[in-house]
C-alpha cells in the first residue's frame, strides 16, 4: 500500500521540479483530450507550443508573445506579495478591469487635447483606480474581519457591471451610431500607448512588466517589507512577535496588486485592445493566479509562467483557426497546468511510501486450567 509521509522539511527539488512535471503532465493528458476530440495530437502540442515561435508565421507571433504576457507578469507579480503572506486575493480581474475605467476616464474626460501629459496621466490613474478597488477588501478585511477571498472576487461582479454601463453610458463613443464602446484610444496621439518598435506592437506594458518583475525581486529579497512578507506567510506568529502588523501588511499587499493589475488594465485598453467595450474583460486576473502559482510566486518564475501562458494563448489561437479546435478544449487546457501543479505540488511537503500489509495476528485458545 502506497502511503503520504509528511516530509522534516519541504524538498526544494521537488519545489523546482514540479511545474516542469506539470507542464508535461498537461501536455500528455491534453494530447489525449485532443486525440477525443478527432484531432492529431502532436500536430496540435506543436501548434500550440512550437509554431507561435519557431513557425512560418514566427516573425509576426514573437512579439505578440511579449504583448499577450505583459499584463499576466504584471497581475501575478502583484498577486505574489499576497500569496507570500498568506493574503488571498482573487479579485485581480475586478481590479484589472477598473484600472482600464479609470485610466480611459482620465484620457476621455480631456479629449480632444494634444497634450503628452495625458498618457502619463492615464497611467497614474489606472493604477490608483485598481489600488482603490483592491482596497475594499483589504479595509473590510482589517475592520470587520471579513473574508478576503469572498469579498475580492465578488467585486469582480460589480466590476463586469461597471464595465457594460460605462460602454454604454458615460464612456461611450458619441460618434459611435450607438455602438457599445468607448473611442478608440490607441489612436488618439495624446494619448496612444506608443509603440517601442514601429510595425510590431509592443508597447510600454511590456516595458513596465519587466520592471514589475525586477522590482518585486528586489523588494521581496532585499528589503524589509520583503522579509515581513515572507514571514507572515511562513511564520505568523514569529511574525507577530518580530513586530510585523497585520493590518498594514493586508493593506500593503493588496494595494501593490490592485495597483499592477489597474496597470495591466490601462496599458491594455490604450494599447492592443483600444478602447472600453462590453467584452474588455479576458479573463487576464484570472489567468494570473495560475501564473502566480506555476512560477512559484517568485518574479523570475512568473516571467518564464507568464511568457509560457501567452504562449499557450497564442498557440491556442493558431490550432482554433488553423485546426479547428473548439475554444473550450484551449480553456481546459490552460485550467490542467493549474490542476496538475497543486496535484504534484504535494510532493513537495509529502513522499511516498510503501508500506507492507500489517501482519496478521492468528488468536488461538488458550486451555482452561482444570479442564478435561
Known amino acids: 500500500m502506497i502511503i503520504l509521509e509528511k516530509r522534516p522539511n519541504p524538498s526544494r527539488a521537488w519545489a523546482l521540479a514540479t511545474p ?19 484531432k492529431d495530437p502532436v500536430l496540435t502540442i506543436r501548434t500550440i507550443f512550437w509554431d ?22 504584471l497581475i501575478a507579480t502583484g498577486l505574489s506579495f499576497g500569496f507570500r503572506a498568506g493574503i488571498w486575493n482573487i479579485g485581480a480581474e475586478g481590479q484589472y478591469i477598473l ?33 482603490a478597488w483592491a482596497l475594499i477588501p483589504a479595509l473590510l478585511k482589517v475592520r470587520f474581519g471579513t473574508n478576503e477571498i469572498l469579498v475580492s472576487l465578488m467585486l469582480v461582479y460589480v466590476a463586469t457591471n461597471l464595465l457594460a454601463y460605462a460602454a454604454l ?4 463613443n458619441p460618434e459611435g451610431m450607438g455602438f457599445p464602446g ?34 518585486a525581486y528586489v523588494l521581496l529579497a532585499r528589503h524589509a517589507f520583503g522579509f515581513a512578507v515572507r514571514l507572515a506567510g511562513q511564520a505568523p506568529r514569529a511574525a507577530a512577535f518580530a513586530g510585523v502588523s497585520p493590518s498594514r501588511l493586508v493593506l500593503a499587499c493588496m494595494a501593490i496588486s490592485g495597483g499592477l493589475a489597474g496597470l495591466a488594465g490601462v496599458f491594455e485598453v490604450t ?18 493566479i495560475i ?15 507568464g511568457l509560457l501562458m501567452a504562449l499557450t494563448y497564442i498557440g491556442g489561437e493558431m490550432a482554433q483557426t488553423q485546426l479547428g479546435l473548439p475554444g473550450a478544449a484551449v480553456q481546459l487546457f490552460q485550467g490542467m497546468l493549474l490542476f496538475f501543479l497543486l496535484a504534484m505540488d504535494v510532493l513537495t511537503q509529502f513522499r511516498l511510501r510503501w508500506k507492507g500489509a500489517s501482519p496478521v495476528i492468528v488468536a488461538t485458545a488458550k486451555p482452561v486450567e482444570g479442564a478435561r
Open 291 to 305: 501564473v502566480a502559482f506555476l512560477g512559484r510566486l517568485h518574479p523570475l518564475g512568473i516571467l518564464l509562467a
Open 271 to 288: 494599447g492592443p485592445a483600444g478602447q472600453i467595450g462590453i467584452d474588455f474583460g479576458v479573463g487576464y486576473g484570472f489567468t494570473a
Open 169 to 172: 453610458g458615460p464612456l461611450q
Open 99 to 131: 484600472g482600464a475605467l479609470t485610466g480611459a476616464a482620465a484620457g476621455l474626460a480631456l479629449y480632444p487635447s494634444e497634450s503628452r501629459l495625458i498618457f502619463p496621466l492615464m497611467v497614474a490613474a489606472g493604477a490608483l483606480g485598481g489600488m
Open 20 to 38: 516542469v512535471l506539470a507542464v508535461l503532465a498537461t501536455m500528455i493528458v491534453g494530447g489525449l483530450l485532443f486525440a477525443m476530440l478527432g
Open 182 to 215: 468607448s473611442r478608440n484610444l490607441s489612436q488618439w496621439p495624446s494619448s496612444a500607448n506608443l509603440e517601442l518598435l514601429t510595425g510590431t506592437g509592443l508597447h510600454w506594458g511590456v516595458v513596465a512588466a519587466g520592471v514589475a518583475v525586477v522590482g
Open 52 to 73: 507561435p515561435l519557431f513557425g512560418p508565421f514566427g516573425s509576426y507571433t514573437r512579439p505578440q508573445l511579449l504583448i499577450k504576457a505583459g499584463p499576466l507578469i
